[in-house]
């Protein structure tokens, strides 16, 4: 079955770094773009950053431009967001989704979410 499983997370200081993994398996990772969301206490769940599936173009959120990069491994079936410079704000549970739009269906898988708290 669909499976994406993040790991990483944790506990960092501000100004720290992070590295989040997303291990997909159940499907063909290299025809999906993947992306990152984050979800903080009471507020909505907003993208982070988006990747296609080639891994030829990626997009990030105002807030994170310049400290966060997503990338992926195909061969590995794998993507991963690299944070760096990280600030209290930035404390959520992150979670990956893989999706997929073939004409009028959409193929939306998600992740279980990895918390990260930036506290010092």
């Known amino acids: 079955q669909v499976q994406l499983v993040e790991s990483g997370g944790g506990l960092v200081q501000p100004g720290g770094s992070l590295r989040l993994s997303c291990a997909a398996s159940?499907?063909?990772?290299?025809?999906?773009?993947m992306n990152w969301y984050r979800q903080a206490p009471g507020k909505e769940r907003v993208l982070v950053a988006a990747i296609t599936s080639a891994g030829g173009s990626t997009k990030y959120a105002d807030s994170v431009k310049g400290r966060f990069t997503i990338s992926r491994d195909n061969a590995k079936n794998t993507v991963y967001l690299q944070m760096n410079s990280l600030k209290p704000e930035d404390t959520a549970v992150y979670y990956c989704?893989?999706?997929?739009?073939?004409?009028?269906?959409?193929?939306?898988?998600w992740g279980q979410g990895t918390q990260v708290t930036v506290s010092s």
């Open positions: 159940g499907f063909t990772f290299s025809s999906y773009a």
């Open positions: 989704n893989a999706y997929k739009r073939v004409r009028s269906v959409t193929f939306d898988y």
